[in-house]
């Protein structure tokens, strides 16, 4: 079977530029970085581009190699700026729970159906916010497991931290990325159309 | 008894391991009669299909390269 024709890299930023970079925007959250990955993954694919099998598509390729890139990242992120106390404490402010452990002020209730949130850009674009508002640390376990989907033992060894630990710091992000979203968006919302 | 404090905890888990048997009945029991917890893990599963999402859809509009950064990608790969 004849291998199937490699596109020329010089197309290859006006080709998959964008998709890669919104690809890693998502998972990285700040523009430089995702910037510089997706040049390193260029850089990565032309030099392995003769290895090219041709199985998958070309953007599925190139999107492999950025994932690994990310991953990259992040296992440097967490051995310069290891997991800390903060991390693993309760977040500072006041605590949503009374002293018995109960809840203070319990979780409003947002309404509506949750199908239709999805399609809305604004909300994917509060959430997105929301995300880069946690501790590095949070935000990349939480992006390893609920965007990735990676299961929790690669993300151990990707962070460098224990299974104990890993379900603190996704309790912790996923307890605030709540908060957020409720105080940004869904108060927000009820105060806009009473 | 588990308190709301243990349970949110012990919510989050359950959607990274399954717990042992006692800590499942516990919570089980304890969303029977805590309309707070319930909606709490509502809204965590909601967060997690959304990431879902995000992650699935392939091409929402959205932001693009700077036009910097696309020219010095484009050079580098000329150069590479």
């Known amino acids: 079977m004849a291998k199937p024709a490699n596109t020329d890299p010089a197309e290859w930023v006006d080709r998959y530029g964008d998709y890669l970079f919104r690809y890693a925007m998502l ?20 030099k392995a581009r003769v290895s090219f099998s041709g199985k998958s598509s070309e953007s599925t390729w190139l999107v492999g190699i950025l994932k690994h890139k990310i991953a990259d990242h992040f296992r440097n992120q967490a051995q310069e700026a290891p997991l ?16 018995s452990g109960h809840w203070a002020s319990g ?27 946690l501790s590095p640390n949070l935000a990349n376990a939480f992006t390893l497991r609920e965007i990735e989907g ?23 992000a996923r307890m605030q990325l709540r908060r957020c979203l409720e105080t940004r968006w869904f108060n927000r919302k009820t105060e806009r159309e009473p | 008894m588990l308190s709301c404090k243990d349970v949110t905890r012990l919510l989050s888990e359950s959607m990274d391991h399954s717990l042992p048997l006692g800590k499942r009945v ?16 509502r809204q965590l599963l909601l967060i ?27 050079k580098s790969l000329a150069n590479g």
Not at chain 1, 107 to 113: A, F, L, R, S
Not at chain 1, 155 to 165: G, S, W
Not at chain 2, 28 to 39: A, D, N, P, Q, W
């Open chain 1, 84 to 99: 800390g106390d903060t991390d693993l404490r309760d977040p500072p402010g006041p605590s949503p729970f009374a002293v």
């Open chain 1, 150 to 172: 990676a299961d929790t033992g690669e993300i151990c060894k990707v962070l460098n931290v224990t299974e104990t630990n890993l379900w603190v710091i996704l309790h912790r």
């Open chain 1, 27 to 46: 998972r990285l959250r700040d523009r430089p970085t995702a910037e510089d990955l997706v040049q390193e993954t260029f850089l990565a694919a032309l």
């Open chain 2, 48 to 74: 997690r299909e959304t990431a879902r999402r995000l992650a699935a859809t392939e091409d929402i509009p959205g932001e693009t390269l700077s036009a910097e950064a696309r020219e010095r990608i484009r």
């Open chain 2, 26 to 41: 516990g919570v089980r029991l304890h969303l029977l009669i805590c309309k707070f917890c319930l909606r709490y893990r």
């Open chain 1, 107 to 133: 979780p409003t209730d947002w309404g509506g159906n949750p199908a239709d949130l999805y399609r809305e850009k604004k909300f994917l674009d509060q959430f997105t916010e929301c995300l880069s508002r």
